[in-house]
Nanobody, 114 residues
Framework: VQLQASGGGLVQAGGFLRLSCGVS????????MAWYRQAPGKERELVAS???????TYENSVKGRFIISRSNAEDAVYLQMNSLKPEDTAVYYCSTVERGRRRWGQGTLVTVSS
């Protein structure tokens, strides 16, 4: 599988960004997808996930602000991030489990200034 994330950048607190992740070399529609993030000095954490059927889950701190979605036509997963906070600053990774192993894209940096 190949996972290519994009859309990160520098934004002021209260702003928004939309991350995209293009996925190839798998039958995308059959796979659950997720976004993780890793802030400086912290462990990587799950931000949001979406099943192949479209069911979603969110980490508590992003509920009501972030929306994960997918397009099976475009083989892509998205993360709409609204009302961004400085504590959202991190490298964001899209991910899936393929052949029993969690796979990662290269990450995209999101920096939220106060």
């Amino acid at each position: 599988v190949q996972l290519q994330a994009s859309g990160g950048g520098l934004v002021q607190a209260g702003g928004f960004l939309r991350l995209s992740c293009g996925v190839s070399r798998i039958i995308f529609s059959a796979y659950d997808m997720a976004w993780y993030r890793q802030a400086p000095g912290k462990e990587r954490e799950l931000v949001a996930s979406i099943t192949s059927g479209g069911g979603t889950t969110y980490e508590n701190s992003v509920k009501g602000r972030f929306i994960i979605s997918r397009s099976n036509a475009e083989d892509a997963v998205y993360l709409q991030m609204n009302s961004l906070k400085p504590e959202d600053t991190a490298v964001y990774y899209c991910s899936t489990v393929e052949r029993g192993r969690r796979r990662w894209g290269q990450g995209t940096l999101v920096t939220v200034s106060s």
